[in-house]
């Protein structure tokens, strides 16, 4: 089992719905990231979180809208997403040491369906 | 972004055979890894690089941080049908920044 749990596993969506990613880590990590993943294809960084505080975002479209309450939890907030956006929707945790980005432990992701 | 590409792209072996993969930069990294997808799941980490020249094993994974510092390359000896999955290796160019995944090769066992 993942030490890194995402909710839900599943999600179905209209283009018009707002709904929400949740991650959660406990392994006093203070990174956290959002990737996407087509199919076959390499995990793609949305967004990464150092000490809480949005540190790096790959020029994601703003219907997209992560969020980070504490060390331990990541949101990814969604609204009027298009059909594209149907993919895997991984998180990762990592430890920071030094400023350095520590290698990436994943939860099993979000499989998100935009109808 | 930078470019990672692994090779070969798909590999359809017999259980018992030893297989190879490499993945390739065109910049110098600091930090290679290895990881594996099962179909459904999240990437785990196999094994972590951070010297020119290291080797590193985990079981029947060998891993090597190649010498230029442009290159990785994973072994699994003695293939059983649970290897089956997509290898994913990710490189750091500096410290701090992030870690960039390459393409991927997706090896089928056949027992």
């Known amino acids: 089992d993942t030490e890194v749990t995402q909710t839900p596993k599943h999600l179905v969506m209209g283009m018009t719905n707002k709904k929400s990613l949740k991650c959660e880590q406990h392994?006093?990590?203070?990174?956290m990231y959002w990737y996407k993943q087509k199919a076959k294809k390499p995990p793609e960084l949305m967004f990464v979180y150092s000490y809480e505080k949005l540190s790096i975002n790959e020029s994601v479209p703003s219907r997209f809208s992560p969020e980070c309450p504490n060390s331990s939890l990541l949101n990814l907030h969604l609204h009027a997403l298009q059909p594209e956006d149907s993919a895997l929707y991984l998180c990762?945790?990592?430890?920071?040491?030094?400023?350095?980005?520590?290698?990436?432990?994943f939860g099993d992701g979000t499989r998100l369906s935009i109808l | 972004g930078q470019q990672l590409n692994q090779s070969p792209q798909s590999m359809f072996i017999q259980e018992g055979e030893d297989v190879s993969m490499n993945c390739t930069s065109s910049s110098i990294f600091n930090t290679w890894l290895w990881y594996k997808q099962d179909p459904g799941e999240g990437p785990v980490l196999l094994i972590a690089?951070?010297?020119?020249?290291e080797l590193t094993s985990n079981g029947r994974l060998t891993a090597q941080f190649g010498i230029t510092r442009k290159d990785s390359f994973l072994n699994i000896s003695a293939s059983i049908p649970s290897d089956v999955g997509i290898y994913f290796c990710a490189g750091q160019a500096d410290t701090g920044n992030q870690f960039y995944f390459g393409t991927g090769t997706s090896l089928t066992v056949i027992p």
């Open positions: 690089l951070y010297k020119a020249g």
């Open positions: 392994m006093g990590h203070r990174a």
């Open positions: 990762a945790s990592s430890q920071v040491i030094r400023a350095d980005f520590q290698p990436q432990h």
